[in-house]
Every structure is written in structure tokens, then in C-alpha cells.
């Protein structure tokens, strides 16, 4: 199994330019999740999903869309970047079923914005 | 907010010996977990705690659980080079929509085990 998987692992974007972010899992999880780290902070969840079709918003938000088309797949766009979002993003994963359940991380993904 | 911190922020020891850190939590919790992340990785679980226990092992791994102070520990015996990495805890929350808990994490400890 390769786990959880994203792409693109670098990308440098101009202010005010779109990206999408793709994530993928292939352990049949329900639960997925964007978080994004900054420089000497600890992760803070942007979105998550439940399920395929569900969306919804973490901690930080703003400025983000997702979409969950597929169980496996769950996307971060972003519209219009701004400087403050360079960050590296990291998809998770879970499985359903109470909160006692380890989350699945990808390798993150790089983003530069100037 | 950050709802975990990690003490000491940095933390560098000789090969060999055991490394403790620290996590503070705000609010209730019901459950604690311990990552790892190597220098430009995703984050790697090591270990969850439940808010009903207080003490768990897992190979060289020790976490303490002190909900009524709102603290955790994480001991690593007999350190390894290949130990030197950031450790983050990390709280689960409960979101109102499905019950999937986000996880907020604290800033993380960066271990340095020296060879």
C-alpha cells in the first residue's frame, strides 16, 4: 500500500494565482484531513471530511476550498494565493468510528507564494 | 489556538540516554497522541493515551497521562541516532459535523541525540 499520497511535493505560486493540492488514500478511510505547518508551529487543520460528498471547516479556513468527489481523493484548493499562505500542507487520514484511531499522514507539500 | 505545548522546545542529548518531554493541553480532551516528524516528512504516530488511562509502553516508548493537570509526558529509554527528530503531541477535538476529530498539535520538541 503507498498510504497517503499528494501532489505536487513543491510549487511556487504568484500572488493571485489558483493551485489545487491533491490528496490520495488507499487504505479505505472515511475520514480525510488538510493541515497546514508553518515555520516553528505545530500543525492547524484547514478542512476535513467525513465522507464522500462532505465537507467541512477546520481552524483556519479562510481562503481555502475542498471538494471529497471520490472516498479516495480529497482536494485543497486555493483561489487566489496570498504570501500567507506559504506553508507546507499535509493531508491525513483516518478511519470512522470514535476517536480513537491514529491519523495517516502524506508527505507534504511545499508551497511557496510570493 | 494552540491547545498542546511541547517543553523543552529543543532538546539534545548523548546517544544512549533517555529523553523526556512535556505536553500542556488546555481543554478536555479524550484522547492523546505523540508524532514524530523527520526533517522535511510527513508526521509518524507513535503512540495514543487514552483520557481513561494513565500510564502506556510501547517498545522503547513511555507516555504518561495527567488529566487533572492537564499533562503528558513522553520518555524515550536508551536513545538511538535515528531518534533525532520532532516530536508533536497532539489532542483530539470533536468538530460538530460527523464526530471526525481534527487534531490539534502543539509547537513540538526538536530531539538532538548526539552520537
Known amino acids: 500500500n503507498a498510504g497517503v499520497t499528494q501532489t505536487p511535493k513543491f510549487r511556487v505560486l504568484k500572488t493571485g494565482q489558483s493551485m489545487t493540492l491533491l490528496c490520495a488514500q488507499d487504505?479505505?478511510?472515511?475520514?480525510m484531513y488538510w493541515y497546514r505547518q508553518d515555520p516553528g508551529m505545530g500543525l492547524r487543520l484547514i478542512h476535513y471530511?467525513?465522507?464522500?460528498?462532505?465537507?467541512a471547516k477546520g481552524e483556519v479556513p479562510d481562503g481555502y476550498n475542498v471538494s471529497r468527489l471520490k472516498k479516495q481523493n480529497f482536494l485543497l484548493g486555493l483561489e487566489s494565493a496570498a504570501p500567507s499562505q506559504t506553508s507546507v500542507y499535509f493531508c491525513?487520514?483516518?478511519?470512522?468510528?470514535?476517536?480513537?484511531?491514529?491519523?495517516?499522514f502524506g508527505p507534504g507539500t511545499r508551497l511557496t507564494v510570493l | 489556538s494552540q491547545q498542546g505545548e511541547e517543553d523543552p522546545q529543543a532538546l539534545s542529548i548523548q546517544e544512549g540516554e533517555n529523553a523526556t518531554m512535556n505536553c500542556s493541553y488546555k481543554?478536555?480532551?479524550?484522547?492523546l497522541q505523540w508524532y514524530r516528524q523527520n526533517s522535511g516528512r510527513g508526521l509518524v504516530h507513535l503512540i495514543l493515551?487514552?483520557?481513561?488511562?494513565r500510564e502506556k509502553h510501547s517498545g522503547r516508548l513511555r507516555v504518561t497521562l495527567d488529566t487533572s493537570k492537564k499533562s503528558s509526558s513522553l520518555l524515550i529509554t536508551a536513545s538511538r541516532a535515528a531518534d533525532t527528530a520532532s516530536y508533536f503531541c497532539a489532542t483530539g477535538l470533536m468538530y460538530s459535523g460527523g464526530g471526525a476529530d481534527g487534531l490539534t498539535f502543539g509547537k513540538g520538541t526538536h530531539l538532538i541525540i548526539q552520537p
Open positions: 487504505m479505505n478511510h472515511e475520514y
Open positions: 491525513a487520514s483516518r478511519k470512522a468510528g470514535g476517536s480513537y484511531n491514529e491519523q495517516f
Open positions: 493515551i487514552r483520557s481513561n488511562e
Open positions: 471530511s467525513v465522507g464522500e460528498g462532505t465537507t
Open positions: 481543554t478536555s480532551i479524550n484522547n
